[in-house]
């Protein structure tokens, strides 16, 4: 077992290519913008291709006609400019492509800032493009996770035929850590009998459309996608939990603000209050099921974001309200300390008492 230490977007360029990516189509933006650079310096070497394309709406496009063909096709951005692939995005849904997009957060809306932020999960979990369709949406925590999910995003996307996302943040892509890619399986590409890749005379022709004339026909492909987003829910949904068995204040938490919510856990632990982390891996599905299962002894929820409260309601919703659901979090780049979180850990628990 070997570990190499690289920076969270290097981490995911590599993982890529070793999952046998071989096109990388993107356009440079802060604070992802080392992925690109790493795709430029290594797919030629390793019989791939990395583009530049000239603008995240050629890119994304480009993504789009790769993953027609049955080749695994990844791009990445930053905030900005995922809004500016939407529509290609929900054009690849459309069309029921596999791909990965990688969205390295930044601060916003607009241009923002340049400092890392978890504001554009509305943009990943409800609004990626136009028309009813999801996003398969992976949330690392650390380097290692930024290549492993990348990884499991890839697979994910080809099973299912969807687009992947892996919504990470500019702490995430620019800190440095080991990463093991020996323990990161990689699967058996799947055969893409759908592809547009030359039939040679032995099939029929394979054509990759998002336009559907008939509204019944297009009806009846929403309903069957929405069928398989129903598989999806019940087999592919990731968390971790800690200190959750008998915590009374539980912190549902993703990416980077769950790092620092555990130390907060630990903190308040030392200070004799039972708290407990969730952290949610999928976004898209939400671990709903469990986290309704943790109000049979839980007093109250935090959603702990580096937003303005994007989440909150996903967990309101999954535990039918049954118990308070508060939000902390920082936005504009900011992210919250341990002493923060903790104070708002604190402030419940008193709260909690004096009710009693």
């Known amino acids: 077992m070997s570990k190499i ?10 993982a890529a290519i070793r999952a046998g990516c071989k096109l990388f189509f993107g356009y440079p933006i802060t604070p992802q913008t080392e992925l690109s650079e790493y795709m430029a ?22 993504v789009l006609g790769a993953s027609a063909s049955g080749a695994r096709a990844i791009t990445s951005s930053s905030s900005p400019g995922i809004s500016l692939k939407s529509e290609g995005i929900s054009y690849i849904a459309g069309s029921d492509l596999p791909c990965v997009v990688v969205n390295v957060q930044r601060g916003g809306p607009g241009l923002g800032g340049i400092q890392p932020a978890q504001s554009d999960y509305y943009q990943a979990t409800k609004s990626a493009g136009h028309g009813d369709f999801h996003l398969i949406v992976l949330a690392p925590a650390s380097v290692q996770e930024m290549a492993s999910l990348t990884v499991l995003a890839f697979d994910l996307a080809d099973e299912y035929r969807m687009p992947a996302m892996l919504l990470a943040d500019g702490a995430l892509g620019q800190m440095m850590e080991p990463v093991d890619f020996d323990e990161i399986k990689v699967r058996q590409l799947p055969e893409k009998t759908w ?4 039939h040679e005379n032995k099939r029929k022709h394979n054509i990759i459309n998002s336009l559907y004339i008939e509204p019944e026909v297009l009806e009846n492909t929403v309903l069957n996608r929405y069928e398989k987003y129903k598989t999806i829910e019940e087999k592919e949904v990731l968390y971790e939990e800690y200190m959750t068995d008998d915590a009374e204040i539980i912190l549902v938490s993703y990416g980077i603000t769950s790092r620092v919510s555990k130390s907060a856990v630990k903190a308040a632990r030392q200070n004799g209050i039972k708290a407990g982390l969730f952290r949610c891996i999928s976004l898209y599905p939400f671990p709903s099921k469990r986290l309704n299962e943790l109000t049979d002894r839980a007093k109250c929820m935090i959603s702990v974001e580096m937003n303005m409260g994007q989440m909150i309601n996903d967990i309101k919703v999954a535990i039918d309200c049954k118990i308070p659901v508060t939000h902390f979090g920082r936005n504009g780049g900011v992210i919250p300390t341990v002493d923060e979180i903790f104070g708002e850990i604190k402030r419940l628990s008193d709260g909690n008492k004096e009710v009693k």
């Open 5 to 14: 230490l690289m920076k969270g977007n290097e981490a995911i360029a590599e």
């Open 41 to 62: 310096k290594q797919m030629p070497k390793r019989g791939g291709l990395s583009l530049q394309a000239e603008s995240e709406i050629a890119a994304i496009n480009m």
């Open 195 to 198: 592809a547009c890749n030359g």
